[in-house]
């Protein structure tokens, strides 16, 4: 896999990344050395390289995409993360928010109901070096209650209403972002702060996120 900094397109792509960003007042050092760490041209697939560093989604295959570089960056931004915080994110797709995520916390346990985009993502991981991720083939929308409790969660998939049955797995304080909303039409997405066994919540920005689905694939 290039670096960020291997070629032209990916140093000019960056740097206009971590400049909308900065607009945006998300310039968390330990962020931008995460993007700059992590080759996200390695997670895209070759028909669609020349849109590693748009704003907008990339279909990776299984019918899922791999979001904004801006929105996951934002995200990760919300989560306040810590270099000791252990982190459960549901939906891990082509890996790359799983492989920023290494680079800024202890340890990752992404899920994810295509083996095959599960299979794709260790192999990607293992080319990396990164060794504090684990990725399991799993039916995650009621999360992960055996391996819990985590610091921070971070789903990418569309939950109707407020997602309570996942308070019980953040550590006190925890912190969770996920898009609440019709599956059929834009969401909110929230910023859900655990406060004793109830969330409080505040609402980042519009999105659109396919409905969570509660089942590992049958194929793929």
Request: net charge neutral; proline share 5%.
């Amino acid at each position: 896999m290039n670096t960020p900094t291997g070629n032209g397109a990916d140093r000019a792509g960056l740097a206009a990344l971590l400049a909308r960003l900065k607009g945006q007042g998300v310039d968390s050092p330990e962020l931008v050395q995460a993007l700059q760490q992590t080759p996200r041209r390695g997670f895209v697939p070759s028909q669609w390289q020349d849109a590693t560093w748009t704003r907008g989604s990339i279909p990776i295959g299984c019918g899922e995409m791999l979001e904004g570089v801006d929105l996951q960056a934002r995200v990760l931004s919300a989560l306040q993360l810590e270099p000791g915080h252990r982190v459960l994110e549901v939906g891990t797709g082509s890996g790359y928010t799983a492989a920023l995520l290494s680079r800024l916390t202890a340890r990752v346990l992404t899920v994810e109901r295509f083996r095959s985009l599960a299979d794709e993502a260790r192999k990607r991981f293992a080319a990396l070096g990164i060794t504090n991720v684990t990725v399991k083939h799993f039916d995650a929308s009621n999360g992960s209650p055996q391996e819990s409790p985590f610091d921070r969660i971070v789903v990418w998939a569309a939950f109707e209403s407020l997602p309570r049955s996942f308070a019980d797995q953040l550590a006190t304080n925890g912190v969770m972002v996920a898009p609440i909303g019709p599956g059929d039409g834009q969401q909110d997405l929230a910023k859900l702060t655990k406060v004793g066994s109830r969330f409080d919540r505040e609402d980042l920005e519009r999105v659109r996120f396919q409905p969570i689905a509660k089942s590992i694939a049958a194929a793929l």
